[in-house]
């Protein structure tokens, strides 16, 4: 009974059932399509209208961008009603002179970089899985990406937005201005929420003016730490833009040369670290010449082993392949555990040094694949192994990975969120009146919980 009623309430939403369902494809997480239907409403009416559907019926809902998420946000089981936001995916308006874009929630990062460029401006937030990541979903899962370091994360993007409640009505805040000071800013409950208080529907993105051409270079070095002196080092340049600094420890770059068939000698690979940095300037040549010049510059102080920088715009792919692809780890280590965590800047190398050792006292055959963004301190890790572990040791690769982060000032999850995946970490590692007070503004705002049960609070 719940298909037709569905189609009666929404004639012009597209519907699938489980059968349709299953013939999909469910995006990085094959829990994504376990439920009864997926419903993709036209605009926000009929998203509110499907909530209020659920409401009354007590059918849990799971909001779905484009199914990139790596923490189980998305997961849904038999029962649950999927509200796809793929249907609403239009650039409404951008405003050149304010910089601000109007978007729906279905609008993928891809197509507002595009959008933006014709007007000199740029989201200001890049992620390897723009062509699919839409709008919506980041907010809800507060993604970061490489320029976080310099734009922040999608917290500091988002100037307003619209959200339907678990009740259907509509939170309408579609703040344009960077300076309000009226009372509490509720946008902010949706925003890394990953759609447990509330659909995100419609955003105003906050837009910054893009370098008019960059270049990149790649660069080894032998720590972390060398890797930040060239960063401050290029973060004081008044000639060009540090748009990126990408760090990647020597096991993840050895199984990405492999995996993508790089001969030895064709970049400079043999080093224990590797530092992709991008950089923007008026014009390619002015961007190449600072990268040189400065890195010519720093080279004895930061220790650097070798660097290239890169002389056309395929060499510059072949570098950012080597940390984009990620995909070469799945393929060596089929559901390989997978971590994304953020330590204070000057604790990358003793962190690093930590985890490697705790790992190996619980397999001596871990050697774990760390990469990142060198900037922000947000380091990736996974595990030389196929997945699912048991529970129990994938517990006790957590205890390692999340020992004294929190007291340090880091966070067990960086940019993938809570989701399904984190939930026991959340749980044992989070701070316990966060927890409180999370779970009295889920119980405030869905009493019933409908929206997005068993992720993040439970």
């Known amino acids: 009974m719940l298909l037709p009623a569905l189609r009666a309430l929404l004639p012009t939403a597209t519907i699938w059932d489980a059968a349709e369902l299953a013939s999909r494809d469910p995006g990085f997480d094959a829990r994504n399509f376990g439920a009864s239907a997926l419903v993709r409403p036209r605009d926000v009416e009929g998203v509110a209208a499907l909530v209020r559907f659920c409401a009354e019926r007590g059918v849990s809902l799971v909001a779905q961008g484009g199914r990139t998420g790596l923490a189980g946000g998305a997961a849904t089981s038999d029962g649950q009603i999927i509200c796809d936001l793929g249907g609403q995916n239009q650039i409404e308006e951008i405003d050149p002179f304010a910089r601000v ?3 729906q929630a279905g609008v993928t990062l891809g197509a507002l ?8 401006l740029d989201p200001g937030i890049d992620l390897a899985a723009r062509g699919s990541a839409t709008i919506g979903g980041m907010v809800s899962t507060n993604a970061g990406g490489i320029m976080a370091f310099r734009n922040g994360t999608m917290r500091h993007r988002v100037l307003g937005l619209e959200a339907v409640l678990p009740d259907g009505r509509v939170f309408s805040d579609l703040t344009r ?3 309000t000071s009226a009372g509490y800013d509720l946008k902010h409950l949706f925003i890394g929420a990953e759609g447990t208080l509330g659909i995100v529907a419609r955003v105003a993105v906050r837009l910054d003016p893009v370098a008019g051409a960059s270049a990149t270079a790649l660069v080894g070095v032998p720590d972390a730490a060398s890797a930040q002196r060239i960063v401050r080092h290029f973060l004081g340049s008044t000639s060009a833009r540090l748009s990126a600094a990408e760090i990647l420890w020597r096991n993840f770059a050895s199984l990405m040369q492999r995996g993508l068939g790089y001969a030895p000698g064709q970049l400079p690979l043999d080093a224990p670290c ?10 390619v040549e002015a961007a190449r010449g600072v990268l040189e010049e400065g890195l010519a510059a720093i080279w004895e102080e930061a ?16 570098m950012w392949r080597l940390r984009e692809e990620t995909e070469h780890i799945e393929r060596a280590h089929p559901m390989a555990p997978s971590f994304d965590v953020s330590v204070p800047g000057g604790a990358l190398d003793a962190y690093v040094a930590r985890v490697e050792a705790g790992l190996k006292r619980i397999d001596a055959a871990y050697a774990p694949y760390v990469y990142g963004h ?9 595990i030389n192994c196929d997945g699912p572990l048991p529970h129990e040791r994938h517990a006790a690769i ?17 940019e993938h969120g809570v989701g399904l995946e984190k939930r026991e970490a959340y749980e044992r590692h989070a701070d316990p009146v966060k927890r409180d007070l999370a779970k009295a503004i889920k119980a405030l705002m869905d009493p019933s919980n409908v929206m997005n049960p068993r992720k993040v609070v439970g």
């Not at 590797?274 to 014009?283: E, P, Q, W």
């Not at 060198?374 to 996974?382: C, E, K, M, Q, R």
């Not at 957590?398 to 960086?414: P, Q």
């Open 101 to 103: 874009a109007i978007v």
């Open 113 to 120: 970089q595009e959008a933006a460029a014709a007007h000199g």
């Open 274 to 283: 590797l530092l992709v940095l991008g950089l923007g300037a008026d014009s």
């Open 398 to 414: 957590e205890d390692v990975l999340y020992e004294g982060l929190h007291e340090a000032g880091g966070s067990f999850s960086a």
């Open 374 to 382: 060198l900037a922000d301190g947000n380091l990736h890790i996974s």
């Open 177 to 179: 201005v960077l300076k």
């Open 303 to 318: 220790g650097i082993l070798d660097g290239l920088v890169a002389s056309s715009e395929a060499q510059a792919a072949q």
